[in-house]
């Protein structure tokens, strides 16, 4: 990986347009989007993606954005994060409109034991958590979805990491009540 010197110069030029610098940090942080990827999907019985398809995926969606505001490694692996939990929900809901698919799709995610826990209804509470807390569905997000550290996740949010600790722990019982009843409102003081 690059010293922070060299990554902060090539995020100021894909910010200004240059292609040929999105390039290289995608070079760069490839092995990191991966590792997260892998990590992410080994705990997954039921996802035919690979954590390669699932970068490409994720690199797709950021190439589009032309133009971004990332500053440094931390947002530009939060900014990952959010595309990998989309790439991923985009993909289990192609598998459920497939009408030959009748499995029904489950994501380990250790939010309550080693119990598996449905893709689809993760991804509507952590709505649900979003619209009641943004900053907490962003830590599940960049925990989750990024594998990142409470350190970086702390860096972007501009937090101690003892904060980002205590609601990452609060976001995911909040997670964990939103998941055993979906149409009972969950008090938002988690």
Same mark, same amino acid.
């Given at each position: ?58 690199? =797709? ?48 995610? /250790?939010?309550? /034991? ?6 689809? /209804? ?28 409470? /350190?970086? =996740? ?37």
């Amino acid at each position: 990986m690059a010293d922070a010197a060299v990554t902060s110069a090539l995020f100021a030029s894909w910010r200004s347009g240059d292609d040929h610098a999105r390039a290289r940090l995608f070079e760069l942080f490839y092995p990191e989007l991966n590792r997260a990827a892998a990590g992410m999907l080994r705990r997954e019985r039921n996802v035919s993606l690979s954590a390669g398809d699932l970068v490409h995926e994720t690199v =797709i969606r950021m190439i589009q954005l032309r133009q971004i505001e990332v500053e440094d490694r931390a947002h530009f692996m939060a900014l990952a994060s959010r595309f990998m939990r989309r790439a991923l929900v985009d993909h289990v809901r192609a598998k459920h409109t497939d009408k030959r698919q009748h499995q029904r799709v489950t994501l380990v995610t /250790g939010f309550s /034991g080693d119990r598996p826990v449905d893709l689809n /209804g993760l991804d509507h509470a952590l709505i649900r958590l979003g619209s009641l807390d943004g900053e907490r569905a962003d830590i599940v997000e960049m925990r989750y979805f990024g594998g990142m550290t409470l /350190g970086d =996740i702390a860096q972007v949010l501009s937090l101690s990491e003892a904060t980002v600790k205590r609601r990452w722990q609060a976001a995911r019982a909040w997670l964990i009540d939103a998941m055993e009843d979906p149409f009972v409102p969950v008090r938002s003081d988690a």
